[in-house]
Every structure is written in C-alpha cells, then in structure tokens.
C-alpha cells in the first residue's frame, strides 16, 4: 500500500467527517441553539451529518483508491 495514500486518507478523515462534524457541534453552541435542554438532540444532529461526510469521505477514497490502482 502506498504510504502517501494512508497518511493522505488519515488526513482526510480528521479534517472532512471529524472537522465536519464538529463544525456543526460548535456552530450550534456560538449561535446559541445548543444548551442544555436540547444537547442529545444536537448531539444526533452532528452525528448524522458525520455519517453523511462519511459517506463522502468513503466515496472519493475509493475513487482515489481506484485510480492508483490502474
């Protein structure tokens, strides 16, 4: 396996579903729709997006995958 490629998918990880998702936790708390009350609801809110940068994320991996491969 190519070592750019690893450390490139690491990378891509971290900043895309994991960067993704906690910009969405934190916005919520600085525009003030995140407290107390509500902070479950928030909490499946950021992680579904989470899922769905995944699910990007999964995708333009394999593409990139495929591409070295050929």
């Keep these: 396996m190519n070592k750019d490629f690893v450390v490139d998918t690491?990378?891509?990880f971290v900043?895309?579903?994991l960067g993704g998702a906690g910009a969405i936790w934190g916005s919520?708390?600085?525009i003030c729709?995140?407290?107390q009350n509500n902070k479950l609801l928030w909490?499946?809110?950021a992680g579904g997006k989470g899922i769905v940068f995944f699910g990007f994320?999964?995708?333009e991996r394999i593409d990139k995958y495929n591409k070295?491969?050929?």
Excluded: A, P, T
Aim: net charge positive.
């Design 10 to 12: 690491g990378q891509k």
């Design 68 to 70: 070295l491969k050929n």
């Design 33 to 35: 729709l995140r407290n």
């Design 15 to 17: 900043s895309n579903v």
């Design 28 to 30: 919520s708390e600085v």
């Design 43 to 45: 909490r499946g809110i």
């Design 57 to 59: 994320y999964i995708h």
